[in-house]
C-alpha cells in the first residue's frame, strides 16, 4: 500500500531535548516536505527536499533541521525545542516529474508538546 | 509570491442542501491549484485539482471547483452535503519556479454539516 508514515504520532518532551521526527514513503517519490499546522494558520512549510541531498529552507524553518540521505527518509530534528514548537506536523511526498501539478500524499501527522 | 485566501473559516450547512467553501488567490506564475480534505486526526487527502486543463474540475465524493481566472477565484461546491463530508478543507497554490516547487496552503475551512 503506498503510504507515508510518520512516527511517533505523539510526542511529550520537555524543553532543550533534542528529538527526531521520522517520515519515510514507499512511492519512489523525488519531493519530500515538512509541514506544522497551527488553529488558524492552515499548514505552513518547513522544510522540503526536491531530491537526494537536496534540501531547502521553506516558510518557517527556524528551529528545525532535515537530511535526505535516502530517496524514502526525510527526517525532521528539533535540536533544541522550544514551547513555540508545539504543533501537528505532516510530511508529505511527491513525484517531482509532476513538477507543480502532482498531488501530495500526506502522513497523517505527529503531534509534538513541548513543555 | 503567491498567497491563498479561504474567505470563511467555518461554513455550516444542513444535510442534503448545497455546499460551498470559497478559495481566492493570487500568483505571479501560472499556478495549479487544489483542494485537500482533512478529517479529524487524518493526514490531508486531495478532492481535485486544476492544472491549466478544463476550468470545471470534478473530484472525489461529489465535488467540484471551478477556476475563474478573471476572478482568481477556486470555489469548491458539493450539490448534496453529507455528513461525512464534515471536515476541514483545505486550497493549495501550487507553483513550480525552474528548481523549486512552491506550494501555499490557505488557512482552512472547517465545514460542520447539520442532520
Known amino acids: 500500500e503506498a503510504q507515508v508514515t510518520q512516527n511517533p504520532r505523539y510526542l511529550i518532551t520537555v524543553t532543550g531535548k533534542k528529538l527526531t521526527v521520522t517520515c519515510s514513503q514507499n512511492?519512489?517519490?523525488?519531493?519530500m516536505s515538512w509541514y506544522r499546522q497551527d488553529p488558524g494558520l492552515g499548514l505552513r512549510q518547513i522544510y522540503y527536499?526536491?531530491?537526494?541531498?537536496?534540501?531547502d529552507k521553506g516558510d518557517v524553518p527556524e528551529g528545525y533541521k532535515v537530511s535526505r540521505k535516502e530517496k524514502r527518509n526525510f527526517p525532521l530534528i528539533l535540536e533544541s525545542p522550544s514551547p513555540n514548537q508545539t504543533s501537528l506536523y505532516f510530511c508529505?511526498?511527491?513525484?517531482?516529474?509532476?513538477?507543480?501539478?502532482?498531488?501530495?500524499?500526506f502522513g497523517e501527522g505527529s503531534r509534538l508538546t513541548v513543555l | 509570491a503567491q498567497s491563498v485566501t479561504q474567505l470563511d473559516s467555518h461554513v455550516s450547512v444542513s444535510e442534503g442542501t448545497p455546499v460551498l467553501l470559497r478559495c481566492n488567490y493570487s500568483?505571479?506564475?501560472?499556478?495549479?491549484l487544489f483542494w485537500y480534505v482533512q478529517h479529524p486526526n487524518k493526514g490531508l487527502q486531495l478532492l481535485l485539482k486544476?492544472?491549466?486543463?478544463?476550468?470545471l474540475v470534478k473530484g472525489i465524493n461529489g465535488f467540484e471547483a471551478e477556476f475563474k481566472k478573471s476572478e482568481t477565484s477556486f470555489h469548491l461546491t458539493k450539490p448534496s452535503a453529507h455528513m461525512s463530508d464534515a471536515a476541514e478543507y483545505f486550497c493549495v497554490v501550487s507553483v513550480h519556479t525552474g528548481s523549486a516547487r512552491q506550494l501555499t496552503f490557505g488557512s482552512g475551512t472547517q465545514l460542520t454539516v447539520l442532520p
Open positions: 508529505a511526498s511527491s513525484l517531482v516529474a509532476a513538477a507543480n501539478t502532482g498531488e501530495l500524499f
Open positions: 512511492m519512489n517519490h523525488e519531493y
Open positions: 500568483s505571479s506564475y501560472s499556478p495549479s
Open positions: 527536499s526536491m531530491n537526494v541531498e537536496v534540501t
Open positions: 486544476y492544472t491549466s486543463a478544463a476550468t
